[in-house]
Nanobody
Framework: QVQLVESGGGLVQAGDSVRLSCKASGRTFSGYVMGWFRQAPGKEREFVAAISRSGGNTYYADSVKGRFTISRDDAKNTVYLQMNSLKPEDTAVYYC?????????????????WGQGTQVTVSS
């Protein structure tokens, strides 16, 4: 079992930067592919970014490529999502997730554990 707790969300303006954190506890953090998803009101949960167990591989949705960066610190059991040049369309609840699966995991069904989410609101 893995417990995930996100933090770092809030209300920001377009063009600002925000860093989300996801602290894991429970089973060995380094054994999981970690991902970030987001869900806007009335929309399905969508993939944002993923990072491999080693941290050597990352993958991004086209909508965030070049603006967002996912990273992990296994010593701190934490995965991060650095979000730059934020746009109003980035407004959503952001979820951290852990997958006990092969690389690369980009669908919600591939992930085994989820955090409770953190709201990011980008005003224009």
């Amino acid at each position: 079992q893995v417990q995930l707790v996100e933090s770092g969300g809030g209300l920001v303006q377009a063009g600002d930067s925000v860093r989300l954190s996801c602290k894991a506890s429970g089973r060995t953090f380094s054994g999981y592919v970690m991902g970030w998803f987001r869900q806007a009101p009335g929309k399905e949960r969508e993939f944002v970014a993923a990072i491999s167990r080693s941290g050597g591989n990352t993958y991004y949705a086209d909508s965030v490529k070049g603006r967002f960066t996912i990273s992990r610190d296994d010593a701190k059991n934490t995965v991060y999502l650095q979000m730059n040049s934020l746009k109003p369309e980035d407004t959503a609840v952001y979820y951290c997730a852990a997958a006990d699966t092969i690389w690369r995991a980009t669908t919600p069904e591939q992930y085994d554990y989820w955090g409770q989410g953190t709201q990011v609101t980008v005003s224009s």
